[in-house]
């Protein structure tokens, strides 16, 4: 019976000597609420957390010809020399931006092929197989869309050298007479 009563005395006296050592330390949520700013972090989005696609076929298409049509409408006002001219430095800078884009997507891909070669969990490796075939894909949209970007820059720079040349002739006839 002594050992009971001691061993109850003994726990008793442990469990308050815990709780008055809690007692004195903050909680944990009020070092939590101590550590707040006041402003909820802000969300950054980079290429590793967005989800990237590439524009529907249709619009693919539509790029190179409502830049075209867009060209037309700007420079109505000036020379046809001029026009040919400004479409071409247009289409141009439409060609370089598909090809920077195109090479953000190779980026990708070859990460995503990195990644690939050095994971071990099945499904990491089946979500890196996935993105990298769409990178594949939007590699290759990109490369149609290029084709016919320079399809166009090819023939508006023929038809700036045309109207340059026909530009040249009428002022040389202009000064024989």
Do not use: H
């Not at 008793?12 to 707040?36: H, K």
């Not at 060209?71 to 920077?100: F, G, H, I, V």
């Not at 884009?101 to 990195?114: H, L, M, P, T, V």
């Not at 089946?126 to 166009?152: C, F, P, T």
């Amino acid at each position: 019976m002594k050992t009971i009563l001691c061993l109850t005395t003994l726990f008793l006296m442990t469990g308050s000597v815990t709780c008055f050592a809690q007692s004195d330390s903050p909680s944990l949520a009020e070092i939590a609420r101590q550590n707040q700013t006041g402003k909820k972090a802000a969300r950054v989005f980079t290429d590793d957390n967005t989800q990237r696609t590439a524009p529907p076929v249709e619009d693919r298409k539509t790029i190179v010809a409502d830049t075209a049509s867009d060209q037309k409408k700007d420079t109505r006002s000036t020379s046809p020399a001029s026009k040919d001219t400004t479409r071409a430095a247009e289409l141009q800078k439409t060609l370089d931006s598909l090809k920077q884009n195109q090479a953000g997507w190779s980026k990708s891909a070859k990460d995503y092929e990195n990644k690939l070669a050095n994971e071990t969990s099945d499904f990491r490796r089946q979500v890196y197989l996935e993105a990298l075939e769409n990178d594949r894909k939007n590699v290759e949209s990109y490369q149609g869309q290029i084709n016919d970007a320079q399809a166009a820059l090819t023939r508006a720079r023929a038809a700036a050298a045309s109207s340059q040349n026909s530009g040249v002739k009428t002022q040389e006839t202009a000064r024989a007479y």
